[in-house]
């Protein structure tokens, strides 16, 4: 399973920016989609996942600003950042897991997509 990431760059406080996510490989369900933020020398932190039910879960400090779409290809996630501030910057990576044909699972991280906020 591969995740292909695209979208980041550098970007004003303010200002927006849509990250891309596609999911590819023999899947036989994704049972859940997300992105997680990853600043330098921290672990990543969750910024938003849909699950296959489409419930939505979102980190409270990106509340009201981002939001995740459903892509059309329904392996697709894309995350749609308004309202950008600087604490926002850092690298970005998608998430994938579910089963592949066979019934095993994935788990599996796209390359991260950086992101960057200037005041």
């Known amino acids: 399973v591969q995740l292909q990431a695209s979208g980041g760059g550098l970007v004003q406080a303010g200002g927006s920016l849509r990250l891309s996510c596609a999911v590819s490989?023999?899947?036989?369900?994704?049972?859940?989609l997300g992105w997680y933020h990853q600043l330098p020398g921290r672990q990543g932190e969750l910024v938003a996942t849909?699950?296959?039910?489409?419930?939505?879960t979102y980190a409270d400090s990106v509340k009201g600003r981002f939001t995740i779409p459903r892509g059309n290809a329904g392996n697709t996630l894309n995350l749609q950042m308004n309202s950008l501030e600087p604490a926002d910057t850092g690298v970005y990576y998608c998430h994938a897991d579910g089963l592949i044909l066979g019934a095993s699972h994935f788990d599996s991280w796209g390359k991260g997509t950086q992101v960057t906020v200037s005041s």
């Open positions: 849909i699950a296959e039910d489409e419930r939505k």
């Open positions: 490989g023999n899947i036989e369900s994704v049972l859940s």
